[in-house]
């Protein structure tokens, strides 16, 4: 059974730009979940997705977005790049009505 | 609201040492609790979990953790360290139901010496 696969582990971007992450969930999985990972900050809960639809949305700032598509492979966008947001993004996929979710190698995103 | 608590961002054990981290939680209704490992560039393995019945949790790796309520607390065990514990551990909590948003602590740093 294939993991949870994130496309492109890394990328450099210039302030201003924008980005496109990408997660492919297990097969099965309709949940997606996206994480910042920060050392000052930690992790920081982004978004969830659930059958094409947000169902949380954690203290980011619209610049931040995502969306869902019909077969839960999940994409993550960010506009306006700043240097604060260089940063691991983590998805993580579960099938939505239980507790464990399993997380992708992340996406190292560097904003210069 | 929820938050989690884990003491000690760095931790070093020798190795065949016990290994403990720390994690306290607060929750307004019983909560989901976790632990996952993080390697270098690598994205978050879950060791073990608690959702309801024995408090006693074993996970992969030969950890455990006690869910002990009248403590809130969750910590994580390791009878004898092994040089390939070294990593990042991290306590997680969720409200009772689905996975749909997690708090994560800041993380410990588990330094194993030879």
């Known amino acids: 059974k294939a993991g949870v696969t994130q496309t492109p582990r890394y990328l450099i971007k210039t302030r201003g730009q924008q980005v496109t992450l990408s997660c492919s969930p297990i097969?099965?999985?309709?949940?997606v979940s996206w994480y910042q990972q920060t050392p000052g900050q930690g992790l920081q809960f982004l978004f969830e997705y659930f059958s094409e639809t947000q169902r949380n949305k954690g203290n980011f700032p619209g610049r931040f977005s995502g969306r869902q598509f019909s077969n839960s492979r999940s994409e993550m966008n960010v506009s306006t790049l700043e240097l604060g947001d260089s940063a691991l993004y983590l998805c993580?996929?579960?099938?939505?009505?239980?507790?464990?979710?399993?997380f992708g190698q992340g996406t190292r995103l560097t904003v210069v | 609201a929820q938050s989690v608590t884990q003491l000690g961002s760095h931790v070093s054990v020798s190795e065949g040492a016990l290994v403990l981290l720390r994690c306290n939680y607060s929750?307004?209704?019983?909560?989901?609790l976790f632990w996952y490992v993080q390697y270098p560039n690598q994205g978050l393995q879950l060791l073990l979990k608690?959702?309801?019945?024995?408090?006693l949790v074993k996970g992969i790796n030969g950890f455990e953790a006690e869910f002990k309520k009248s403590e809130t607390s969750f910590h994580l065990t390791k009878p004898s360290a092994h040089m390939s514990d070294a990593a990042e551990y991290f306590c997680a909590v969720i409200r009772g139901g689905g996975y749909q948003k997690v708090t994560f602590g800041t993380g410990t740093k588990l330094q194993v010496i030879p």
């Open positions: 929750s307004s209704v019983p909560p989901y």
């Open positions: 097969s099965g999985h309709r949940s």
């Open positions: 608690y959702t309801t019945g024995a408090t």
């Open positions: 993580a996929s579960s099938l939505g009505q239980g507790p464990e979710a399993f």
